[in-house]
T-cell receptor, first 110, second 115 residues
Framework: DAKTTQPPSMDCAEGRAANLPCNHSTISGNEYVYWYRQIHSQGPQYIIHGLKNNETNEMASLIITEDRKSSTLILPHATLRDTAVYYCIVRVKGAQKLVFGQGTRLTINP | KAGVTQTPRYLIKTRGQQVTLSCSPISGHRSVSWYQQTPGQGLQFLFEYFSETQRNKGNFPGRFSGRQFSNSRSEMNVSTLELGDSALYLC??????????????FGPGTRLTVT
């Protein structure tokens, strides 16, 4: 699985959009980008995934660059409950194993 | 639909003992994976089971083992506990589909403390 690089921490004001970057410069053509988050002491929660097109669901939007070497997770209107560690993971479609990095600790401030 | 459940939620054991943790996947999910989370090493993959067979294994010693039952429920066992085994053990289940990517749903975890 390709390695990902994320900033260790970020802050965002409540109500603003939170933009979390992820670099995955060695991503292969058959690898998907997944995002999970982990709120303190809970199990990780799936957010969104994508291959090469931008994706949006009720939780977030995922923007993948054309060369697929980086992506951005966007939480459009961050709330205090979005404070969590966010993990960007790349993996092959059929692979079960998730390789977690250190993630980005996002703090939403009132 | 009920989520992934793990029992017990908290456990305290002594060095040298053994422990068994249980995971019930989401109904209809046939794949179960286990992860260990520690402050130092983060989230690490232990193993994955599908149809009662271990399909993938992480880089953990043989003291860590697991199994899956015909109803997809899974257990993991750690023998001869060491202090370093203190961790949050997470179970995740997913639908197994060959042609589409699938997400894993995690349970709340079992917090194991070894003294």
């Amino acid at each position: 699985d390709a390695k990902t690089t994320q900033p260790p921490s970020m802050d965002c004001a409540e109500g603003r959009a939170a933009n979390l970057p992820c670099n995955h410069s060695t991503i292969s053509g058959n690898e998907y980008v997944y995002w999970y988050r982990q709120i303190h002491s809970q199990g990780p929660q799936y957010i969104i995934h994508g291959l090469k097109n931008n994706e949006t669901n009720e939780m977030a939007s995922l923007i993948i660059t054309e060369d697929r070497k980086s992506s951005t997770l966007i939480l459009p209107h961050a709330t205090l409950r979005d404070t969590a560690v966010y993990y960007c993971i790349v993996r092959v479609k059929g692979a079960q194993k998730l390789v977690f990095g250190q993630g980005t600790r996002l703090t939403i401030n009132p | 639909k009920a989520g992934v459940t793990q029992t017990p939620r908290y456990l305290i054991k002594t060095r040298g003992q053994q422990v068994t943790l249980s995971c019930s996947p989401i109904s209809g999910h046939r794949s179960v994976s286990w992860y260990q989370q520690t402050p130092g090493q983060g989230l690490q993959f232990l193993f994955e089971y599908f149809s009662e067979t271990q399909r993938n294994k992480g880089n953990f010693p043989g003291r860590f083992s697991g199994r899956q039952f015909s109803n997809s429920r899974s257990e993991m066992n750690v023998s001869t506990l060491e202090l370093g085994d203190s961790a949050l053990y997470l179970c995740a289940s997913s639908v197994l589909a060959a042609e589409v990517p699938y997400e894993q749903y995690f349970g709340p975890g079992t917090r194991l403390t070894v003294t």
